[in-house]
C-alpha cells in the first residue's frame, strides 16, 4: 500500500457525459500527478500540481480538467466523455514534486465509457 | 515532438538468463530517468532510477545505465526469476516535473 488512495475504483458512463477522478495523495505529500494509462496508449502523463497550483502539463485534453485543494487532494475531471477514454486513471504523489523525487502511485480508477 | 521509445515491446527469458531493455528519449533537458514494475492489475511501482550525472546505478539484481550523449538508457536485470514478470516502463523527466513513458515492456520469464 503506497498511502495513496484514489475514490472510485471502477466507473461506467455514458458518452458525453462527465466525471470527477479524486486522489488523497500520501501523508505529508504536496505534490499530485495524474496519469491515463490505456491499452495502445501506455502510460501517459497528464498532468502535475504542487501545494495547490499547477506545475507541469503533459498530454491532457482540453476537455479534461484537475485542480488540486487546500487540504492537498486533488481532482480530475473528465467531461464530454468519448468511447476513446476508456482507461486506467492514476494518481501519483510526491513530497515536494522535484523532478527526481519517487512518485508513490495510487491503485487507480478504471474508467469504462459505453 | 518530445518522446521515449522503448525497445523491445514483449521479452520472453528462460529463468536465470538476463533480461535488458532499452529506452531512447528526444528531450535533452530531461534529466532524470526511472524506472517502474506493473504487475498484472497492480499499480506502477519504481524499481530503480538513475540522474543525469551518474552513468550507471545497481541495486542486487537490477542495474540501469545512461548515456546521455546518445540519449539512451537501458535497464538489466540478472538471474532472472518468475516473479520478475510484469510490465516494466521506462520515462525520462526534465527539471519542470514534465514526464514522458516508454509504452512498456511485457517480461515474461519461463521456469
Known amino acids: 500500500d503506497s498511502g495513496v488512495t484514489q475514490t472510485p475504483k471502477h466507473l461506467i458512463t455514458a458518452t458525453g457525459q462527465r466525471v470527477t477522478l479524486r486522489c488523497s495523495p500520501r501523508s505529508g505529500d504536496l505534490s499530485v500527478y495524474w496519469y491515463q494509462q490505456s491499452l495502445d496508449q501506455g502510460l501517459q502523463f497528464l498532468i502535475q500540481?504542487?501545494?495547490?497550483?499547477?506545475?507541469a502539463k503533459g498530454n491532457i485534453l482540453e476537455r479534461f480538467s484537475a485542480q488540486q485543494f487546500p487540504d492537498l487532494h486533488s481532482e480530475l475531471n473528465l467531461s464530454s466523455l468519448e468511447l476513446g477514454d476508456s482507461a486506467l486513471y492514476f494518481c501519483?504523489?510526491?513530497?515536494?514534486?522535484?523532478?527526481?523525487?519517487?512518485?508513490?502511485f495510487g491503485p487507480g480508477t478504471r474508467l469504462l465509457v459505453l | 515532438g518530445e518522446n521515449v521509445e522503448q525497445h523491445p515491446s514483449t521479452l520472453s527469458v528462460q529463468e536465470g538468463d538476463s533480461a535488458v531493455i532499452k529506452c531512447t528519449y528526444s528531450?535533452?533537458?530531461?534529466?532524470?530517468f526511472p524506472w517502474y514494475k506493473q504487475e498484472l492489475g497492480k499499480r506502477p511501482q519504481l524499481i530503480i532510477d538513475?540522474?543525469?550525472?551518474?552513468g550507471e546505478k545497481k541495486d542486487q539484481r537490477i542495474a540501469v545505465t545512461l548515456n546521455k550523449t546518445a540519449k539512451h538508457f537501458s535497464l538489466h536485470i540478472t538471474e532472472t526469476q518468475p516473479e520478475d514478470s510484469a510490465v516494466y516502463f521506462c520515462a525520462a523527466a526534465d527539471s519542470w516535473g514534465k514526464f514522458q513513458f516508454g509504452a512498456g515492456t511485457q517480461v515474461v520469464v519461463t521456469p
Open positions: 500540481y504542487y501545494n495547490g497550483e499547477e506545475r
Open positions: 528531450d535533452s533537458a530531461s534529466n532524470y
Open positions: 538513475i540522474r543525469s550525472n551518474v
Open positions: 501519483a504523489s510526491s513530497e515536494t514534486g522535484m523532478n527526481q523525487e519517487t512518485q508513490y
